[in-house]
């Protein structure tokens, strides 16, 4: 590998690092601004959605440069298509984050549910968690920490599902609660899609570090 190789390389790692810092920015003011009603934090998410877009650009188009310029192959090319799917996947997240966000505007009008309190502790602790160890899965080749969010993601969804079950519970009950219920259950099946992201990112690490592809696996 030449050093000019090697040093676009370094530099394109931390701009990733950097968007992942801005993604999980973005995802925990979102998820503080729906579990303690704060519409202050959602504005901030707003801002930070707008940084993340312009860094996935940018991203982009280096990757696209050091393609051109270098021409990398074997485990330095696998670097760079695992480069614009992560690129692709935080971008995402972003966006997510900002629905959140938009949700989380709506209901700190709204009355409160109590019963989703320990949906708004367990799930964005997980999703949470997941993102974390994506990244630092991603930044060490952890092997075995990707693993270990693609085990996680198994929970997410079973969470995801039982808050179904509870929105459909609470509509029968009583329908006036109708656009809240569905607003949360909206905000759960964001950060289900949050998770899903972390999971493909996980597995685009093992990708990296075995040359083998694991999405569709059984």
């Given at each position: 590998?030449?050093?000019?190789?090697?040093?676009d390389l370094d530099a394109l790692k931390k701009e990733v690092l950097q968007l992942g810092n801005l993604v999980e920015s973005a995802i925990n003011a979102a998820i503080l601004a729906l579990n303690n009603?704060?519409?202050?934090?959602?504005?901030?998410?707003?801002?930070?959605?707008?940084?993340?877009?312009?860094?996935?650009?940018?991203?982009?188009?280096?990757?696209?440069?050091?393609?051109?310029?270098?021409?990398?192959v074997a485990v330095d090319l696998r670097f760079i298509v695992v480069v614009l799917k992560v690129n692709n996947d935080l971008e995402r997240m972003g966006d997510f984050a900002k629905n959140i966000a938009k949700r989380a505007i709506f209901l700190a009008t709204q009355p409160p549910i109590p019963i989703f309190q320990e949906f708004?502790?367990?799930?964005?602790?997980?999703?949470?968690?997941m993102v974390r160890k994506s990244l630092d899965a991603l930044v060490t080749l952890d092997v075995d920490l990707a693993r270990n969010v693609i085990k996680m993601d198994e929970k997410v969804?079973?969470?995801?599902?039982?808050?179904?079950?509870?929105v459909h519970r609470i509509i029968q009950q009583d329908a006036s609660k109708a656009e809240v219920?569905?607003?949360?259950?909206s905000t759960s099946r964001y950060m289900e899609r949050i998770a899903d992201l972390s999971?493909?990112?996980a597995e685009d690490v093992m990708f990296m570090v075995e040359g083998r592809v694991f999405r569709h696996m059984e």
């Open positions: 590998m030449s050093l000019h190789l090697q040093r009603r704060e519409t202050e934090l959602a504005d901030k998410v707003m801002q930070y959605e707008k940084e993340i877009n312009d860094k996935e650009v940018y991203i982009e188009e280096e990757c696209l440069k050091i393609l051109a310029l270098h021409q990398p708004a502790v367990d799930l964005p602790v997980m999703v949470r968690s969804d079973e969470i995801n599902r039982e808050m179904y079950a509870e219920a569905m607003s949360l259950l999971t493909n990112i």
